[in-house]
């Protein structure tokens, strides 16, 4: 009989060890994939709430992350302190990426606009060596998503929040010449043959 509580012991021991490796092979893999990153605070607000014992003060955070490689995120977050607030606004963006292919690894393929609310941007392509000419939110998100050289501008709005979902709708409205040539059953050389020299 103890010969079998040992064995049953042993068997519970093992496992938890089990458990207790794979999460911290889950927890090493985060925090790699996290270390890949680059996050770049856009815009803190502290806002109020008025209450009956007086005001309640909060901050807004709006932080862009992007792994340099075409990919790229926003995301807002809200608490009583800067660093928590910072901290949840990270976490939304990594969970709400988009992926951009780049041409040549440094610019736009094409020109694009973008949209929202009072929000208008005009995002160009560039020749090489032009670098980031774009505002202080437009460039966190070049800058993030490993874009070298590309031209943009802001029509209408200077609210940050606007801008980065005008241009994240223009990023999300551009396409490869690989995906306008599958679309209209041509080869990818028919589609490129049009494109600017400077690019």
Request: proline share 2%.
């Amino acid at each position: 009989m103890v010969h079998i509580l040992n064995t049953e012991r042993g068997e519970r021991s093992n496992r938890n060890n089990r458990s207790s490796n794979n999460r911290a092979t889950r927890n090493n893999q985060t925090q790699n994939e996290e270390s890949n990153f680059i996050d770049k605070l856009v815009h803190i607000n502290r806002v109020s709430k008025v209450v009956k014992g007086g005001r309640r003060f909060a901050f807004v955070a709006l932080v862009v992350v992007g792994d340099e490689n075409g990919s790229v995120g926003y995301g807002s977050g809200k608490a009583r302190e800067v660093p928590i607030a910072i901290r949840k606004a990270s976490d939304r963006a990594r969970r709400n990426m988009i992926h951009v292919i780049l041409h040549e690894g440094r610019t736009i393929h094409h020109d694009v606009h973008g949209y929202f609310g009072a929000g208008h941007v005009i995002l160009r392509s560039a020749p090489s060596g032009t670098g980031i000419i774009a505002g202080g939110s437009m460039r966190a998100i070049f800058e993030t998503m490993g874009v070298q050289d590309v031209v943009a501008k802001c029509i209408g709005t200077s609210n940050p929040h606007n801008m980065i979902k005008a241009t994240f709708n223009a990023l999300i409205n551009m396409f490869s010449p690989l995906a306008i040539a599958s679309k209209r059953d041509k080869n990818v050389s028919e589609i490129i043959c049009c494109r600017d020299d400077i690019v």
